[in-house]
């Protein structure tokens, strides 16, 4: 596909790849010539719901000096480089328009050209927690670099859910994210928000009678409760009344939710974490395994503290018997020998990722944040439960959700650590005011899955035929006789899978917030 027919030109090309050259190289003068370039899809199918997704390839060829370009030809070696670029989706103007006014590009824009390079600086000489972008058009283009060229991968096949491994290696991700944030609010003196003024306007939840995001709040609230109706214990109970009368104003509390904090520090919040937005790079398992290292649950022996990669690579050398080849792991960064480990189990077995805790498999090493179109300035609890509502069912939950959020402060801990600050900068009590930050707002990571699961977990093929009759899904408006032909309504009437996903989350938010309010 030509790269003209979504707005690409070669200069633009041109300048995407010097970004590249000299962000990757460190060559700030690198000269090259373009042999050819070209956009293909991503995947026929919609892949996101806020934008068109491509891929650009690039052949190039370095500049010799003193060699004219018939030798340059002869002699120079070609050299491919993918980028990923996301587009607005001009094709579809109601979503275009839709895109436009809750201004996810523009934020978006903002963000990786200004405030993520920032953040990057500040986490120089670790591994990278969050995509580079290289060039930008306008309001309605983003050329990043393609995370797959440097083995990264979405995790798919698990109908959206995650087990334990991959969840920590995010929450450290998250972490570090968090961390940044602080240490830039720390050297610069000010509030991120008072440092990029307007960068971080709320564009989820605006809760203005005009505005498009406030009317599909209104018609999400009716489309949930039409949901409620279906699910066999509501619907049978002589509490469906009570419960359908309350529910409009639990999910409505996400307006305050998604402030500032008053109470809590705030940090910067990616605000849409989910498995789509979080990618993972896998390390091999040694054949050798030396089990004295864990215990059966998989844990370290107790005194064996977890460790950031900056501390990692603080232990470098002090091992003699590692080979120098093992002392470095595929994205360059020099680190000491970890211990194995072994994977919790999915109690709900929804996950078929091999046997994590074998010998020769492989594992989930390192995590990268992608696509921060919602990111918004709240306390980091927020970002927390919104991520794990929507990669875990109740019942794992249940039985996980205090080890992974002591996993999430261990993370934060030994990032501040690295620059000589105290985790009470954060919660002043430490881990007491950390945990009563997770309950204040647990309840506003399930009313952010439920807003968005519900339009994101469609089936492909519902979300095609919503970009082919140029109307959105979750959108239907809010006449009670329309409600009910609502794609999300189909959806839950058709796919078990989705039907499943929406009725676990309905019920921890009618169990714990309707139910049990007085």
């Known amino acids: 596909m030509d790269p003209q027919t979504i707005g690409l030109v070669e200069s633009d090309i041109a300048e995407s790849v010097k970004c590249y050259i000299q962000d990757k190289r460190n060559r700030v003068n690198g000269k090259f010539r373009l042999v050819s370039y070209q956009v293909r899809r991503l995947s026929e199918e919609p892949v996101g719901y806020l934008g068109d997704h491509y891929l650009l390839d690039v052949n190039l060829r370095e500049k010799m000096v003193h060699y004219s370009p018939e030798e340059e030809e002869k002699y120079a070696e070609e050299e491919y480089i993918s980028f990923f670029v996301k587009v607005i989706p001009d094709n579809v103007p109601k979503l275009a328009d839709y895109i436009k006014e809750m201004g996810c590009f523009r934020?978006?824009?903002?963000?990786?050209?200004?405030?993520?390079?920032?953040?990057?600086?500040?986490m120089i000489g670790t591994r990278p927690f969050v995509s580079t972008a290289y060039f930008t058009k306008g309001d309605r283009m983003i050329v990043f670099e393609n995370l797959t060229s440097e083995g990264y991968s979405i995790v798919e096949h698990t109908k959206h859910?995650?087990?334990?491994e991959h969840l920590k290696v995010a929450l450290q991700a998250v972490a570090k994210l968090h961390a940044s944030s602080l240490i830039l609010e720390e050297r610069s003196k000010t509030p991120i928000p008072k440092l990029f003024v307007g960068y971080l306007n709320e564009n989820a939840y605006v809760d203005d009678d005009d505005h498009v995001r406030k009317i599909n709040l209104e018609n999400a609230i009716q489309v949930l409760c039409e949901m409620i109706k279906r699910i066999e214990k509501y619907a049978s109970s002589e509490k469906l009344d009570e419960i359908l009368l309350k529910v409009p104003d639990v999910i409505r509390?996400?307006?305050d939710f998604s402030k500032p904090s008053t109470v809590f520090r705030n940090v910067l919040n990616h605000g849409d974490l989910w498995c789509n937005n979080v990618m993972f790079r896998y390390e091999m398992i040694p054949t050798s395994v030396d089990s004295s290292c864990i215990n059966t649950e998989g844990h370290l022996p107790e005194g064996r503290k977890v460790t950031s990669d900056r501390e990692d690579q603080a232990e470098t050398g002090k091992d003699a018997d590692v080979s120098n080849s093992a002392l470095f792991v595929s994205n360059g960064e020099r680190r000491g020998r970890k211990r194995s480990s072994i994977k919790k189990p999915n109690p709900c077995e929804v996950l078929n990722l091999g046997n994590w805790s074998a010998p020769g498999a492989s594992r989930p090493s390192s995590c990268i944040l992608i696509d921060f179109q919602i990111a918004r300035y709240a306390p980091p609890a927020y970002d927390i439960f919104s991520f794990l509502t929507s990669t875990t069912t109740r019942e794992f939950r249940k039985q996980y959700?205090?080890?992974?959020?002591?996993?999430?402060?261990?993370?934060?801990?030994?990032?501040?650590?690295w620059f000589h600050r105290d985790v009470r900068e954060v919660f002043l009590d430490g881990f007491q005011s950390y945990r009563h930050s997770c309950d204040q707002y647990q309840l506003a990571g399930l009313i952010d899955s439920i807003l968005y699961r519900h339009?994101?977990?469609?089936?492909?093929?519902?979300?095609?035929?919503?970009?082919e009759e140029h109307r959105l899904p979750g959108t239907v408006g809010s006449q009670s006789e329309n409600v009910k032909r609502d794609i999300c309504l189909e959806a839950w009437s058709q796919y078990e899978e989705y039907r499943t996903f929406m009725t676990d989350l309905l019920s921890d938010l009618v169990d714990q917030y309707i139910l049990q309010v007085g």
């Open 107 to 122: 934020k978006e824009i903002l963000l990786y050209k200004h405030v993520i390079p920032r953040l990057q600086d500040v």
């Open 161 to 164: 859910l995650l087990d334990f």
């Open 253 to 255: 509390k996400i307006y």
């Open 401 to 417: 959700l205090e080890e992974l959020l002591d996993i999430y402060y261990e993370a934060l801990q030994c990032e501040l650590d």
């Open 455 to 467: 339009v994101t977990m469609l089936p492909m093929e519902l979300v095609a035929r919503c970009r």
